[in-house]
């Protein structure tokens, strides 16, 4: 079997099935772009026939010999490890924003079983589906001579869209075995603590995201804020991303960015918190730790983001994640 693991938030799952087949099953697992996914899966010493990772290299879609550069690459690649697999069963969690997947998957898909697995995908509920404009069609063009996909091109925050169902694919909902959580710990001990702790799950600005003029200023004071009133600032970086350099100087224990927020055991942590972050619903929804969303407190490029990101959590934390309203309630909670 092949497991194509796109983003952090599908560790859990890849382990689960790991965890399901590994004595009935040749595994191989792919990791779509994020370097720090590799480095963790690799750390783990699983009993794999091969964990490959595939990154994206084409930076822009404006210069045509990039995308033919592009194209030979991606199709050198798909000769070297998937051509010759057949009779194998597939699995990936995502439609939305991967076209290097969807690109092996098309080919994987004449003769082999592909599942999959949604657990994530439901967000693209939360945004208005648009119609087909000039500029998407180019794009929509520009995706297809680089991949011979059919994408669908309806929700601007997430395209393209794998139109799935035309390539045979079949849809489950995945399940989680929780004790991989336990099995795959990463335990961070802190020295010279001082109590409160606090988990905070920190970025860059992301500029397709967040106003960049305010994002890391906020995210500074949110930090100073919290040692100020006498917390020990405990910061992950994101998977991608990493840490912003501003704040470096100023926390207490940074945690190894290639390090899945599921993963971590950290004792005596009173409260977690971050912006957007999935992480934020699993420690809310597998833990007593208070997890409070900072949504409210930054400035987004879009005026609905915040909402949109605020349904996002709350769906997929079944209301457990809390949110402070500004940031005076941010203060006075942490005092408190």
């Known amino acids: 079997m092949i497991v194509f693991c796109q983003a952090p938030a599908d560790i859990p799952y890849v382990l689960s099935l790991y965890e399901k087949y590994k004595n009935e099953e040749i595994i191989s697992i792919v990791v779509i772009n994020v370097e720090n996914v590799f480095k963790f899966i690799k750390s783990l010493n699983l009993d794999l026939d091969s964990l490959v990772f595939i990154p994206y290299a084409l930076k822009s879609f404006k210069s045509p010999l990039d995308i033919i550069r592009e194209r030979k690459r991606i199709i050198k690649l ?106 795959y710990q990463y335990e961070i001990d802190i020295l010279q603590k001082i109590e409160p702790i606090v988990l905070f799950f920190v970025m860059p600005c992301e500029p397709t995201i967040y106003n960049c003029e305010s994002h890391d200023e906020i995210q500074l004071s949110i930090v100073e804020s919290f040692k100020k009133n006498n917390w020990t600032v405990v910061i992950k970086g994101h998977p991608r991303l990493g840490v912003p350099e501003n704040i470096m100087n100023v926390v207490d224990v940074e945690i190894p960015s290639y390090i899945p927020a599921e993963f971590l055991q950290i004792k005596d ?68």
């Open 269 to 336: 942590v009173k409260m977690c918190v971050g912006i957007i972050t999935t992480a934020l619903a699993h420690f809310a929804t597998s833990s007593d730790i208070k997890t409070y969303s900072l949504v409210n407190l930054f400035q987004f490029r879009k005026n609905t983001s915040s909402k949109l990101y605020t349904d996002y959590l709350s769906e997929a934390s079944n209301n457990q994640v809390k949110f402070f309203q500004s940031f005076n309630d941010f203060e006075n909670n942490i005092k408190n």
């Open 78 to 183: 798909n000769k070297k490890y998937f051509d010759s697999i057949a009779d194998t069963n597939v699995y990936f969690f995502s439609r939305f924003e991967d076209w290097l997947t969807s690109f092996f998957l098309k080919g994987l898909s004449k003769r082999n079983k592909i599942y999959y697995l949604d657990h994530y995908d439901f967000s693209s509920e939360f945004f208005e589906k648009k119609k087909l404009t000039f500029k998407l069609s180019i794009y929509k063009l520009i995706y297809f001579l680089l991949t011979g996909v059919d994408f669908k091109l309806e929700i601007i925050e997430k395209i393209p869209e794998l139109n799935y169902g035309k390539y045979k694919i079949e849809r489950r909902v995945p399940q989680v075995n929780n004790e991989v959580f336990q099995k």
